[in-house]
């Protein structure tokens, strides 16, 4: 059993550093589709007279579906193997560990989104830790991302955490 670590000297450098931005406007058009789609029917997505009752100003983006306005969109061919395109992880390579899952995620909501804002999302890499588990030794990198609207406003923060294995 080999003890070099499955930390790659190139990726052990990304903790602290910003690893990947984008941004995209919230549209209520796509956020009530994906709101259908998910069989998410809460009125403050949908009823302008519900949401104002409730104390907003209009109908307000369901906030989970924020990731989904500042992905980009990628050809089959362009994903990894795992499946993502790595625009949102930094493309971190782990040579040593390529299998990749998911490792959770965990998000704070501040403010609401509104039909048009536009929203800008930081990722950085918040720790890189090789840890041993059950089946064996894995990589656990976790990242913290920012979602920021036009005004600079936090709208949510994120962190997300990725699993990397050996093959």
């Not at 790659?8 to 789609?37: I, K, M, Y």
């Not at 992880?89 to 403010?111: D, I, K, Q, V």
């Not at 588990?133 to 709208?155: A, C, I």
Request: with cysteine.
């Amino acid at each position: 059993m080999s003890t070099e670590s499955l930390i790659d000297p190139d990726s052990a450098a990304r903790v602290g550093t910003v690893v990947a931005t984008a941004a995209g406007e919230v549209n209520q058009r796509d956020w009530q589709r994906w709101a259908a789609a998910v069989d998410d029917h809460n009125p403050l997505w949908f009823d302008p007279d519900y949401a104002r009752a409730h104390g907003y100003r209009d109908i307000i983006c369901p906030p989970l579906f924020l990731q989904y306005a500042i992905l980009g969109v990628s050809a089959l061919r362009d994903l990894r193997p795992d499946g993502s395109s790595g625009a949102a992880t930094g493309s971190l390579a782990f040579p040593r560990a390529p299998r990749r899952m998911a490792g959770g995620e965990s998000t704070t909501f501040h403010l609401p989104a509104y039909h048009r804002d536009q929203i800008e999302m930081v990722r950085t890499v918040e720790s890189i830790v090789e840890k041993q588990g059950r089946s064996g030794r894995f990589v656990l990198v976790t990242w913290r991302g920012e979602y920021r609207n036009q005004h600079r406003d936090l709208v949510a923060e994120a962190t997300t955490s990725m699993i990397a294995r050996p093959a």
